[in-house]
Structure formats: structure tokens, C-alpha cells
């Protein structure tokens, strides 16, 4: 899993950092009105270049915040340093609640996705569930999928997002950044072969694994979040 995401995400990294200064406004919203003021410990699994972690180093006295991308990282490192941070290239996986501890705060975004093909959402979603601690918040927020789609059609949806983009910010540059980004042969790759759920599958998962959580469908028409609060 890491060698081929990071292969995916390192060519990726600045072209990404851009694409997703573009969407900040889709996002950052919802994760402010979601995260709870306050939380002992956090996490952001799957941190990128740290564009929310921020997010996190506020409401939070320690952050750790993971992602497999060494360029990503280096950004974060660069460009979203917090006193507070520890910025580090590992797998969310890797995240072990028996040496890492368990955490009051625990964010992802646009990640979790990613490792269903490999490891099945069972576990990814379990594994997660083992970081939050009693009394403790989980946010996330990720892709589901848009049905089936060949790499025909996903170029298409590249080209609508750009016109989206367009549309929304006015600026034939962020426009253009974004088709660059769809199309980029990494970016086709990635689509092809990762596995998100559909949104009904999103629901019924996260719900037996998070009883009681409380679903968001209108951030995106390809985003699903959920908050939980592990009351036990």
C-alpha cells in the first residue's frame, strides 16, 4: 500500500497542494463547524500537506499528523509548521493506539478511501475506531464513488470539474490547474484503481462501526462526511 500510493502522491504533491488550495472553501466549512472547540490529543490521518491540520493545532494542546507522501510532508513542514505539530511520513496504519496512545480529536479527509482496495473497509474503518478515545470526537471526510466509470468517463468528470471550478472562482488559472491535475496520468491511475464506497455503503458502514453518527451528503456530489462522538 505505501509504495504504490506514495508513487502516486509524491509526482502529484505540488500540483495537489495547488488543486487543493481551490477546494479549501468546499471543505473547510463543514470542518469548522464540525470539530469540537477543544480536544486533549488529535490526529490527522492522512494530513497531505497539512492544509487542515491546522485546524486541529488550535483546538488541540499535541498533534500528530501522518501522511505516506514524503514531499507532502516536507511541505507541511515548510509551509503549515504549528509548535504543537509533529508531522510525520507514516502509513495511518501505522498509527498503533498501543505505542501512539488514542486520541481525543481524530480527522480524515479525502483518505481512507484510498486503502479499501487493499485492506477492506472493515479494517481500515476498525483500525480507526481503536484510535478514539473514550469521550473522544472522529471527523471524516472522503470520496465516495460515482459509480462505475472508465477512464473515458473519468476524464470527462475532470473536464466538468474544471468547469465547476471555473464557474465557482472565476480564474481560467485555477481552472486550468485542475484539469491538469484530472488529467495527469498519475491522477487516472489513482481513480482506476482505488476503490471509494457509494454513498448508501458509506452510510452503512460507518454506521455499524460508528453508532450513532451523524452523516453530511451536500459538501460535494463526491464527498461523504461523518462525525461521531465516542460516548463510551
Known sequence: MATSQTALFDPLAELYERYAEINDEIYRPYLVRSLPD??????????????FT???????????????????INIAKNKRAHPNVSYQIRSLLDVDPARDGQFDLVLSVNTLFHLFREHGPDKVLGHVRSLVAPGGHLVV??????????TLRHRWLGVQDAYETLRRRRSLRD??????????????????????LSRSAFHEKYAAWFPGAEFTD????FICAMRWHNAS
Open 218 to 221: 451536500d459538501i460535494d456530489p
Open 141 to 150: 471526510v472522503d470520496v465516495v464513488s460515482p459509480g462505475p466509470a472508465s
Open 175 to 196: 481552472a486550468w490547474t485542475v484539469l491538469r491535475l484530472r488529467q495527469h496520468p498519475a491522477w487516472m491511475h489513482h481513480v482506476r484503481t482505488n476503490r471509494p
Open 54 to 72: 491546522g485546524l486541529l493545532a488550535e483546538r488541540c494542546t499535541e498533534v500528530l499528523a501522518v501522511d505516506i507522501s514524503s514531499r507532502e
Open 38 to 51: 477543544s480536544g486533549g490529543r488529535g490526529v490527522d490521518l492522512g494530513c497531505g500537506s497539512g492544509r
